[in-house]
């Protein structure tokens, strides 16, 4: 759970490569279709108005009603609760093929096609009755939409091309760190076989017949499948160990068995299982019956309950499960081994056994409970059930929930201790990172610990790939953190040579607000040697106290609200594709003149919505006001949103795993850069290649007249006419002045200049050198350094941190 994600249609996605045996085989995709509803149309039933979605590395073992719900939100559609869904047999049309998603057995269907299809198709019907026999009724045309076809499809028209969307892939599915206190120990036995032996032991020929004969029967259970087994001459190290793989048979074969015997010797178990009784027919007698031809298992002695633990045969109680298990410690040697085993049952499985506990549970939903911590109670008691084939009741589910978080809290907790020799740890590996961590005390004067308040990080290779990007311009954004002790995750993020993101510095604090953004910027500022006057850019979401801090920090910096935050605040007045494509027109003028023209048909349009637009300065959120000093014309706060889609699965861990998470994605991510930076070649990136391509062949079709100067006249077939100088290198479209990318027509006037004989440049070398490809080396020259593990951390002497009890805000 948490693992998939959305994929908008016209994306390029291979399911045969990603999902087969090398890669991803227990993952799916779908093509999700919501939004709209089913009509009939010509006798046929089609799904109408709606959007089309992908959803990739969805779990084959964890999909059930409430997955899609999660989908469902994450489409936009918050009221899940009168939804229903539709899956598509491949190869059928919607007359014959659909079949309705609402319990265990349809599921189990839908499962079983993913063997050999990648991609399923699902439809989201809205406000709809389910049908008990599963298909949709022919005559059914589907009720109305109860979403509004707007909502959450501000990426279909608020497409900032200036910005490249496609990051570069970083795999954080095999991420994994334990900073527990205790080692994880299988509830399995651990083998000593790959133990060698003394001499003195090897002499004894008692000994070496007793290996001989013990390894003969352990060859004998290789091919049982029973993943719980026991069989006799099985050690152990401890007998803890013992009773923990009694339990765990207690669950897996749902019996009910009884520790007879439990003490520092031995320890011998009978299965108390109900025996079924039949009443006789009228032509039976007692030695009639289903005869037992199954054949038995060469495991050592099989016997039945016996009043002595040597394993002394008695005579049977027909009433009693013959199932017994008998092992005790070695004598002069700490080791359990298993003497007696009968592995026969007679009794039936049940689906109430007393093993099967709250505590039993909680050790087996640790997982998901840490990647969810709301899920519902009603999930876990399905998941459980189907699992283990048992009855779970909604009061032992709760329990074991609340003690799965429990267990997790300790680690959160625990995590704390250990901030601080992370910390030099970090800092060692990585010479001129900068990390502030600061406390508050504890109440009690006596305490050994202090509270953590927050901290900041700056990896010092960041800081110097920071400075060979020579593009001003910063985007800011603030995330959720998840767990016991709610945060905020506050970044800094950069856009490098090739329109991507280049993260440079994280936080996490208690709350978003004017204080903590005052510490962030203040650090920011003196960590990236930035003066007080610097005249960078910054985007972003207009979060609280957010514009205050920047006006304060760098008064001479230049704000850019994310138009996507401001459509968000126009929709709850106005509404509809025809205001986001008004906005969209204005926000993307490049010139004064044709923001005024297009704010005058807004004003046409609707006036009062003309007056809450005039409202917002345009220098923050136009291009028409924008300065050239960024190198950059985005519009949307994508640097921060991409970089904050990446830690998702790592925002809900504990602290210290947290921040690995973010240490070890900046890591990865910069190798798979460099990868892709040898595979480059030419004098640009390969993203300004391809936008710089697209100007060529627009520039083709332009007109040039030059002024016998520096100044050429270039004019477009649909009329347009704009003045080049190539001295200034200015273009009175400003696209040059903005992104520092020569435009159509200035590559058009360079063109016009080569063929009347002047000595110049290929177009490509009038664009800055903060999009060549040798800076883009230089930025990524420099490395994230790895980390020890905890148990080689240096060791810090100032006191422990722990979390507060409750935090504000």
Not at 297 to 323: A, M
């Amino acid at each position: 759970m948490g693992v998939w994600w959305i994929r908008e249609d016209g994306e390029d996605f291979d399911y045969d490569c990603t999902y087969s045996i090398e890669n991803y085989p227990d993952y799916f995709s779908m093509e999700i279709r919501h939004g709209g509803k089913f009509q009939v149309n010509d006798g046929k039933r089609v799904y109408c108005n709606g959007r089309l979605s992908y959803v990739d590395f969805i779990p084959k073992e964890f999909l059930g009603l409430d997955v899609l719900n999660e989908i469902a939100k994450a489409f936009g559609y918050h009221d899940t609760s009168k939804m229903i869904f539709y899956y598509l047999i491949p190869g059928r049309s919607l007359d014959n093929g659909l079949r309705v998603l609402a319990c265990y057995d349809d599921f189990d269907v839908f499962m079983a096609l993913t063997v050999d299809h990648n991609c399923l198709a699902l439809y989201i019907d809205h406000d709809k009755i389910v049908a008990e026999d599963g298909p949709v009724d022919e005559d059914d045309d589907g009720g109305d939409d109860n979403v509004d076809e707007d909502d959450d499809d501000d990426y279909d028209i608020l497409d900032d091309d200036s910005f490249e969307k496609e990051d570069v892939e970083v795999d954080m599915k095999d991420f994994k760190l334990n900073f527990s206190d205790d080692d994880a120990t299988d509830e399995d036995y651990l083998s000593n076989d790959s133990f060698g032996t003394s001499g003195s032991e090897e002499d004894d020929e008692n000994l070496k017949r007793r290996r001989k004969a013990l390894r003969k029967l352990r060859k004998n259970q290789q091919g049982c499948k029973d993943p719980c087994t026991f069989y006799v001459g099985q050690t152990f190290a401890t007998n803890d160990e013992v009773k923990a793989l009694i339990k765990k048979h207690f669950v897996e074969t749902r019996r009910e068995l009884r520790l007879y015997r439990n003490d520092q010797e031995r320890v011998r178990v009978v299965c108390k299982g109900p025996i079924p009784t039949f009443e006789k027919g009228p032509n039976e007698t007692d030695n009639q019956g289903p005869s037992d031809k199954r054949k038995k298992i060469n495991s050592g002695k099989h016997v039945g309950p016996s009043q002595k633990d040597g394993g002394r045969k008695t005579l049977e109680d027909p009433n009693k499960c013959h199932w017994l298990l008998y092992v005790s410690r070695l004598s002069g040697e700490p080791t359990w081994m298993v003497k007696t085993y009968n592995p026969q049952h007679r009794c039936l499985p049940s689906r109430s056994v007393k093993a099967f506990t709250s505590d039993w549970i909680a050790k087996q939903i640790l997982v998901e409970v840490e990647s969810n911590p709301g899920i519902p109670i009603k999930a876990i008691r399905e998941q459980v059930e189907k699992r283990f084939d048992m009855s779970v009741s909604r009061m032992k589910a709760f329990r074991a929930k609340t003690q799965a978080a429990d267990q997790l809290m300790g680690d959160y907790t625990r995590q704390y201790k250990d901030l601080r020799d992370y910390c030099l740890e970090i800092m060692h590996r990585n010479p001129g990172t900068t990390i502030k961590l600061e406390t508050e005390p504890e109440p009690n004067p006596n305490s050994r610990f202090r509270i953590f308040k927050r901290i900041y990080i700056c990896l010092g290779p960041l800081k110097e790939g920071f400075k060979a990007c020579r593009r001003e311009i910063i985007g800011l954004d603030g995330a959720f953190m998840k767990g016991p002790f709610p945060s905020q995750l506050l970044t800094a993020v950069r856009m490098d040579p090739n329109n991507g993101i280049y993260p440079l510095a994280y936080a996490i604090v208690k709350a978003e607000n004017l204080h903590s953004w005052s510490w962030f910027l203040s650090i920011l500022r003196e960590d990236l040697g930035l003066e007080i006057n610097a005249n960078f850019t910054f985007i972003y979401d207009r979060q609280k106290g957010i514009i205050p801090t920047i006006a304060y920090e760098f008064p001479s910096a230049q704000h850019r609200y994310c138009v996507r935050h401001i459509l968000q605040n126009m929709k709850l007045q106005w509404r509809g594709k025809a205001y986001k494509d008004m906005l969209w027109g204005i926000a993307t003028a490049t010139t004064v003149e044709y923001f005024t023209k297009k704010m005058e048909e807004l004003k046409e349009m609707n006036e009062g919505c003309y007056k809450w637009l005039s409202q917002i300065p345009p220098v923050h959120w136009t291009r028409s006001h924008f300065t050239g000093r960024a190198k950059s014309d985005v519009l949307l706060n994508n640097l921060c949103e991409v970089f904050n889609s990446r830690l998702v699965d790592g925002r809900d861990k504990p602290i210290i795993t947290a921040l690995e998470f973010v240490r070890e994605y900046l890591m990865k991510r910069i190798v798979n850069v460099g990868k892709l930076i040898k595979k480059s070649d030419g004098l640009l990136t390969p993203t300004v290649t391809k936008k710089f391509e697209i100007i060529k062949k627009q520039a083709a079709k332009l007109t040039v007249k030059w002024n016998g100067g520096s100044k050429y006249q270039v004019t477009g077939f649909n009329g347009e006419q704009y003045v080049v100088d190539v001295v200034e290198k200015v273009c009175s479209c400003r696209n040059w002045e903005l992104l520092s990318i020569p435009c159509k027509h200035e590559v058009a006037a360079n063109w016009d200049m080569a063929l009347n004989g002047m000595e110049v440049d290929i177009p490509e070398k009038w664009v800055d050198r903060c999009f060549w490809l040798d800076a883009w080396k230089e930025v990524y020259s420099h490395k994230v350094e790895p980390i020890n593990g905890r148990a080689s951390f240096r060791i810090g002497r100032k006191k422990g941190l722990k979390p507060e009890e409750k935090w504000k805000g």
